[in-house]
């Protein structure tokens, strides 16, 4: 089965398609960070009409890159939410458009899932059951995953999502756009161990995160310190964010008794998480699995994959480019139970 996958729902148009027998065969992605560095942050509108531009010629790329032809197209995977509105609405209408034309399924999945499953297209892949830690700019969470389309939420953040406590203290250090990348850049250079900042909720009994305390510690420091203090700031504040989620994930994995921690979400690439999650859950005597550092960001390689994985366990109602519906906000429990 080939399957093609479209991601647009922020800053990124991702196009990929995978074979359900030889695996993904081509993937590519244009980024927005240039069109939206002037405005230190994400332009929905701008966003949009870039991916209006961008997502048929990535099509023909990715076509050219597998040696295929629309007509060699089994089915359309797109995201069809969470995300911005309009973005989710271009890629949803090129997807229907196109199983529409080409008489095949399409398949709205969630972007969520598509991180959650992403890891699987790692190699050696995780096996299921495991507990997937998803930190991005948008979410951090807890999952127990059982299967696909099994998902059980363990704990989630409060307030900041960790990648948007990265970016709003990269803001805070006068990094630029985008933050999280550039501050861990920053911290390479820095003594993690110079400030005492507050590890939030690290002790809470629960699996809940927060992150917006650390940024206002963080602020304050800032404020009572000179630039050539800054990188031993990115670095203990670093070392905060990242000494949480191990803590925590130690917890989860020994609350439901699962061995395997899978890490997805753009924050999933930072190295100092990688490095202290492989060596603690390892300790422990479980097991860590992450994607491949090019699919930690937005990509249509996930959505590609989640969408075949659906279709091959008929697990998920498609539609023949008919009605169909883009959802900016959505509960990942929610659509799994619809499934």
């Not at 870039?50 to 995977?77: E, F, G, M, S």
């Not at 630039?227 to 994995?253: G, N, Q, T």
């Not at 924050?267 to 930690?296: D, I, S, W």
Request: hydrophobic share 45%; proline share 6%; charged share 15%.
């Amino acid at each position: 089965m080939l399957v093609l996958g479209i991601e647009s729902s922020c800053d990124e148009t991702g196009v990929a398609i995978y074979d359900t027998r030889s695996g993904l065969l081509a993937d590519a992605l244009h980024s927005q960070i240039a069109l939206h560095e002037a405005y230190g942050g994400v332009v929905p509108e701008l966003a949009s009409r870039d991916h209006i531009r961008r997502v048929v010629p990535l099509i023909r790329q990715t076509l050219q890159q597998a040696d295929k032809t629309l007509t060699d197209l089994d089915a359309v995977a797109y995201t069809a939410g969470p995300g911005l509105a309009g973005a989710l609405l271009v890629g949803a209408s090129v997807a229907e458009a196109l199983a529409l034309a080409l008489d095949v399924p399409a398949v709205g999945v969630h972007h969520l899932e598509g991180h959650l499953l992403s890891p699987l297209l790692g190699d050696p892949p995780p096996t299921f059951p495991f507990v997937a830690l998803l930190v991005s700019g948008g979410h951090s969470q807890f999952m127990a995953v059982r299967n696909v389309g099994q998902y059980a939420l363990l704990g989630e953040t409060v307030d900041d999502a960790a990648g948007e406590a990265f970016d709003k203290t990269a803001q805070l250090l006068g990094l630029s756009y985008p933050g999280g990348p550039a501050l861990s850049r920053l911290a390479e250079t820095g003594n993690p161990q110079r400030f005492a900042l507050p590890r939030p909720m690290m002790h809470s009994g629960d699996l809940n995160l927060s992150f917006s305390g650390l940024k206002t510690a963080v602020s304050m420091l800032v404020k009572a310190h000179q630039p050539e203090d800054y990188p031993d700031i990115a670095a203990s504040f670093e070392a905060a964010v990242v000494d949480v989620l191990c803590h925590k994930a130690r917890e989860a994995l020994a609350q439901t008794g699962m061995k395997q921690l899978v890490v997805a979400g753009g924050v999933g690439a930072n190295r100092r998480l990688r490095a202290a999650l492989t060596m603690q859950v390892e300790k422990q005597g479980g097991q860590v699995a992450f994607p491949p550092l090019r699919l930690c960001t937005d990509n249509g390689a996930m959505i590609a994959y989640a969408g075949a994985l659906h279709l091959q366990r008929q697990t998920h109602r498609t539609t023949s480019g008919g009605t169909f519906a883009v959802h900016p906000r959505w509960n990942l429990q929610e659509y799994a139970k619809a499934l």
